[in-house]
Each structure stands twice: as C-alpha cells, then as structure tokens.
Nanobody, 114 residues
Framework: QVQLMESGGGLVQAGGSLRLSCAAS??????MGWYRQAPGKQRELVAT???????VYAGSVKGRFTISRDNAKNTVTLQMNSLKPEDTAVYYC??????????WGQGTQVTVSS
C-alpha cells in the first residue's frame, strides 16, 4: 500500500502564504514533489526534491516557494509565500519510487483571491 496524503490547502488572499504537507507511506521515494493543475490547463511541475535533497523549481514559483523533505519523517513540504491569483490550482503530491513507479496524492485545492 503506497500512499501520498496532502494537507494544507485552502483559501488565501494575494500576497499571503500557505504551507502544503505530504505524508508518504508504503515505500521510499527517490523523487518527491508537487505538481499543480489549474482549470482548463495541463498539470505542471511546481517543485521536486530528491532523497539527496537536490531541488528543482518551476520558474514561475522560484523565489516564492520552498520545497523541503524530511526523510526521517517521510514527509515533503511546500512553503508558498507571496501567493498570486495565478497560483490557484489543485496541488498534487508526487512520488517516484526506486522501482520507477509514479504515485500521486488525491490533490488539495489552493485558491488565491485578488
């Protein structure tokens, strides 16, 4: 049973902050991260972090979002600051196992009002 469980989504005003958390279970992930999907758009990468804590950010969030990983707790967190209305989307936790299988959380809604 491999599972990724997101929490922390909600409604926030532009310029505000939210922290998303993802709790993983069932396997060890070589890569974890966050993707988002806005209405009418494709799912896009937000940030990823490897087990060695190498990170990649989308250009649109670089400098505003911070991804972190606690391997001991098997959690990954996305701190989102200076939120903009265009950040509004369903955010999905992502994990890639060492057997090269991709897993997805259920998603959590983030809505940023202008």
């Amino acid at each position: 049973q491999v599972q990724l469980m997101e929490s922390g989504g909600g409604l926030v005003q532009a310029g505000g902050s939210l922290r998303l958390s993802c709790a993983a279970s069932g396997t060890i992930f070589s890569v974890m991260g966050w993707y988002r999907q806005a209405p009418g758009k494709q799912r896009e990468l937000v940030a990823t972090i490897t087990s060695g804590e190498n990170v990649v950010y989308a250009g649109s969030v670089k400098g505003r979002f911070t991804i972190s990983r606690d391997n001991a707790k098997n959690t990954v967190t996305l701190q989102m600051n200076s939120l903009k209305p265009e950040d509004t989307a369903v955010y999905y936790c992502y994990g890639r196992s060492w057997t090269n299988t991709n897993y997805w959380g259920q998603g959590t809604q983030v809505t940023v009002s202008s």
